[in-house]
């Protein structure tokens, strides 16, 4: 038969009391669904644009090296010049894909757009200009980023309605409530893009030695003071 369990405790130094380790408890925001949909899209958008990229990068470099010579070293400066990250841009963020491609729609002048009509990939009745593709990745940059300010905007107004389900606990001259427990507080403490929740306050000397401790079942909890 094991241990008895027991919470672990935090000895602090030069004073700071112990502190069960215990979980506060954050308010979670309503399912949504379109905002659950919009991220099953980008995660199938995102697969294509990797396989754009991965392929492009890769038809350009292998071209290059079987031409050789000075035709060989002009297709690996316009791959460099069209994928100046290589093959590390399928480790961007969504935000930082959408950009990119922007970037690329701008230097895509017509005389590029000439040089890359001239790059067929495939063969036979399935085969395509290079530009197909080019065009193909930077309207998926485009989808993308309008995806992601349409999830920015789900999520600020859900932590704006999470905010406001909330009840106001301040008083009339603005300090917030809280009920005296000896020499604590507890009152409510917001941070920024995250729900409100209730933390029980000691003096100055004790938040400060406030920490976080790894609970005894492995993760992570937050050091409240009883």
Not at 219 to 224: H, L, N, S
Request: proline letters at 5%.
């Amino acid at each position: 038969m094991g241990a008895p369990h027991h919470p672990r405790r935090y000895a602090g130094g030069s004073g700071c009391q112990s502190a069960a380790v215990t979980s506060l408890p954050l308010v979670k925001p309503p399912q949504n669904d379109r905002l659950a949909a919009i991220m099953n899209l980008e995660a199938e958008l995102d697969v294509r644009h990797d396989s754009i990229l991965h392929g492009m990068h890769g038809s350009l470099t292998s071209m290059a090296e079987l031409a050789g010579g000075d035709e060989g070293a002009a297709l690996i400066a316009l791959r460099d010049q069209l994928l100046p990250d290589g093959q590390q841009s399928m480790l961007k963020s969504y935000r930082a894909e959408a950009t990119q491609a922007a970037q690329l729609e701008e230097q895509l002048s017509p005389p590029l757009r000439a040089r890359t009509d001239g790059i067929q990939i495939g063969e036979g009745a399935s085969a395509k200009r290079l530009t197909v593709f080019l065009d193909e990745w930077t309207a998926i940059g485009k989808e993308l980023g309008a995806l992601e300010d349409e999830k920015g905007r789900i999520e600020a107004a859900a932590g704006d309605a999470v905010r406001t389900s909330l009840p106001d606990r301040r008083r009339p001259h603005g300090r917030p409530a809280g009920r005296r427990r000896g020499n604590r507080t507890t009152a409510t403490v917001t941070l920024s893009g995250a729900p409100r929740f209730s933390v029980s306050l000691m003096s100055a000397h004790a938040i400060f030695c406030a920490a976080f401790v790894n609970t005894s079942s492995g993760g992570f909890g937050a050091v409240r003071y009883f």
